[in-house]
């Protein structure tokens, strides 16, 4: 199982899937989302269609790719997996990752 949490109201293990943010001293995410907008249901809708397409853009020995086969051996070795970021209860760009993870989502070919 892969969840997708909020950060600041988890208490658990995870990764961190979002940008740098200096009040929790986290460093950003190759995962995170390039895109920005509005904090609403519609405008996170859009940074989702956004990022997903971003990730299929990129070939397989890009940052974000590394990172999610890198995710992919935890999940593979735990069994689960917990991605944390900030949107819930919003949409979260989290579900394309996860997508990407469980191998419903691919890098563009490098030919």
Avoid at 32 to 44: A, I
Avoid at 49 to 68: A, G, M
Wanted: net charge positive; with cysteine.
């Amino acid at each position: 199982m892969i969840k997708i949490k909020k950060y600041s109201e988890y208490d658990g293990e995870g990764e961190y899937i979002g940008r740098y943010n200096y009040h929790y001293g986290l460093k950003a995410s190759p995962l995170k989302n390039p895109y920005s907008g509005q904090n609403n249901y519609e405008s996170k809708l859009n940074l989702i269609n956004r990022f997903e397409k971003f990730l299929k853009s990129l070939t397989e020995d890009s940052p974000q790719w590394k990172e999610i086969r890198r995710l992919q051996k935890l999940y593979k070795d735990k069994g689960e997996l917990t991605l944390l970021c900030w949107c819930d209860p919003l949409p979260c760009h989290g579900e394309v990752i996860k997508s990407a993870i469980l191998g419903e989502i691919y890098p563009k070919s490098n030919g």
